[in-house]
């Protein structure tokens, strides 16, 4: 039904194209309910339930940050819709980035090799210097292919600290 109702999404670019979206979306879910205001209570569902209040760093995240800030350019290459952004200013890490790229803005997601040049052009590195870690096997295939270092991150036997084997080298 929800697909019949909100036919092909288009790709969403911008925090207005998200907000309409999730708009069409809770209007779907209230329409049935016994209420007459449903402007306010799809508004209460989108910023009570959206991803982005609910998202909580792992706990070796910030010490590392600490210690990696200021000692190496830092990036981020994520798949995700416009209110990522928001999520980096909700965690209070947007000042350890030197470059935040999500496929929203770039209109290609990983693994697409776009979205690596785009990282790679906004911090002024070569692929050769930088180390991509990622939990998805054929975005660091993609990555390796441009010449990045690819580290799988795969929380059931590692935790970010894995890095730090690569760092020493």
């Given amino acids: 039904m929800l697909h019949e109702k909100l036919g092909e999404s288009k790709w969403l670019s911008n925090w207005q194209d998200e907000e309409t979206f999730f708009d069409q979306y809770y209007d779907i879910i209230v329409h049935n309910l016994p209420t007459n205001d449903t402007y306010t209570l799809k508004k209460q569902l989108f910023h009570h339930t959206h991803f982005a209040v609910h998202c909580v760093l792992f706990k070796e995240v910030k010490p590392i940050l600490d210690n990696l800030y200021g000692k190496y350019q830092l990036g981020v290459i994520s798949n995700a819709f416009p209110s990522m952004d928001w999520v980096f200013d909700l965690l209070n890490i947007r000042k350890y980035f030197n470059a935040i790229?999500?496929?929203?803005?770039?209109?290609?997601?990983?693994?697409?090799?776009?979205?690596?040049?785009?990282?790679?052009?906004?911090?002024?590195?070569?692929?050769s210097e930088c180390l991509f870690i990622d939990d998805k096997k054929v975005n660091i295939e993609a990555a390796n292919s441009l010449g990045f270092i690819g580290i799988h991150l795969d929380r059931k036997i590692h935790d970010l600290n894995i890095i730090k084997s690569y760092l020493d080298k």
């Fill in 101 to 127: 790229i999500l496929s929203c803005e770039v209109g290609k997601a990983k693994p697409d090799i776009l979205i690596y040049e785009k990282a790679l052009a906004s911090l002024n590195v070569k692929a």
